[in-house]
Structure formats: C-alpha cells, structure tokens
C-alpha cells in the first residue's frame, strides 16, 4: 500500500505504522521523535484537562488552563515536525541526486548536499529544543495537577525524553557530514547539553513518583 500522495499526518495511527514499517526510508527516526514529542504534548494537555473543573483543584485551575493552551501549541507544532523531518530527509536525498559529469556540476551538487544537510540537522534539532521546554511544563502537571494522573504525566515525560534523544541522533548523524567547522562544534556542544539535562529531568520526575509509591 503506497501512503505517498499523503502528508504522514493524514495517515491513520496504523497506516503511519505500516508505512513506517515498509522499506522506504521515510518516515523513519526522526518523524517518530517527533511523534514522540507530539504524544508527549498531548498526554501533559490532558493531564490538565482533567485538572479544569474539579473543585479539589480549584485553587490551580487557571494555571492549568494555561498549561493545556501551552501544550496544545506545542502539539501542533510537534505534528508539523512529523513531516518537516521526513521532508528534511528527501530534500538531501534529491541533492545527492544532481549531476556530477562536470567540475561545475560536482561544485552545485556539493553546495546543494551541504544546504540540505544542515536544514536536515536543524529541523531535529528544533525538535529536541522544545521537547527539552515541553518538559518543564510536564512537571509543573505531574505535580500541581490532578493526582489521578500522575503515571500519565510520567509517560508524557518519558516520551518527551525519547523524543530529545531519538531527535539529537538525527542531528549528530548529520553533522557528521558538514563541512563547517565551527558549525558542527557549536550545535554537538547544544546537543551534549540538551541529552544530559533530559535525561536529568525524567529523572527527577521518576524518583519523585516513586518516593509517592507511584
């Protein structure tokens, strides 16, 4: 079954598993990291959701009607990135690609591929900056929110964690074909940086739900 005439976000939750699951390279890593960070988002609105409306959480319920419109823009923006990275993906693909018969042609084609390439390392990396934000908020309803949810919270957490890393292998795989120095060094020191303080921060939640026998 062929899924190309279709934006992945149209696809249903198992044709977007069968044509992750077929032999074409897209969608692969990187549009699952950010499926993950979309889930992520979704799971921490409705945490807040249900937190609006119960009268034990009253004193917290314009704060939560605040976090549900924050993770609603990121959820969106979060489902956009689904196919900007598969986009990303086939735009290096089409430059490696271009004819390289002449010195002129291999000079185009090498300019193309190093373009493309670094669109292909932001777009992931886009992807784990705001995952790493999406996190906080997650925090702020795991603890603040309804109590009910508190496991929902931690696989919002975790999800978002997956999405940080599984993003930041995209961006170090591509990096690894720039050509500009101090590029490459600038966002591998981001990247550093953004693993070790998500995994931190799942962390952080995990120990608290099981300090309150979660």
């Excluded at 981001?190 to 300090?211: F, N, T």
Aim: with cysteine; proline share 2%; aromatic share 6%.
């Amino acid at each position: 079954m062929s899924y190309n005439m279709k934006k992945l976000i149209e696809l249903s939750v198992k044709e977007f598993l069968l044509v992750t699951a077929g032999d074409d390279p897209v969608p692969g890593g990187g549009s699952v990291s950010a499926l993950c960070a979309a889930l992520s988002s979704a799971l921490g609105q409705m945490v807040a959701q249900l937190t609006i409306g119960k009268k034990k959480y009253a004193d917290v319920e314009e704060d939560m009607k605040e976090m549900a419109a924050i993770f609603n823009s990121y959820l969106d923006e979060f489902t956009l990135d689904i196919d900007k990275d598969s986009d990303a993906y086939n735009m290096v693909f089409s430059a490696f690609k271009l004819p390289k018969e002449t010195e002129e042609e291999k000079a185009v084609r090498s300019q193309k591929i190093q373009e493309a390439t670094k669109i292909a390392t932001e777009v992931p990396l886009q992807v784990a900056r705001r995952a790493y934000k999406v996190m906080d908020f997650i925090h702020i309803v795991a603890k603040t929110g309804n109590q009910n949810t508190i496991t929902d919270a931690c696989v919002a957490m975790m999800c978002a964690r997956t999405a940080v890393l599984g993003a930041l292998l995209n961006v170090r795989i591509n990096l690894s074909s720039i050509h500009d120095v101090e590029y490459v060094g600038k966002l591998k020191q981001e990247a550093d940086w953004l693993e070790k303080s998500a995994v931190e921060k799942e962390r952080k939640l995990l120990d608290w739900a099981r300090l309150n026998d979660i």
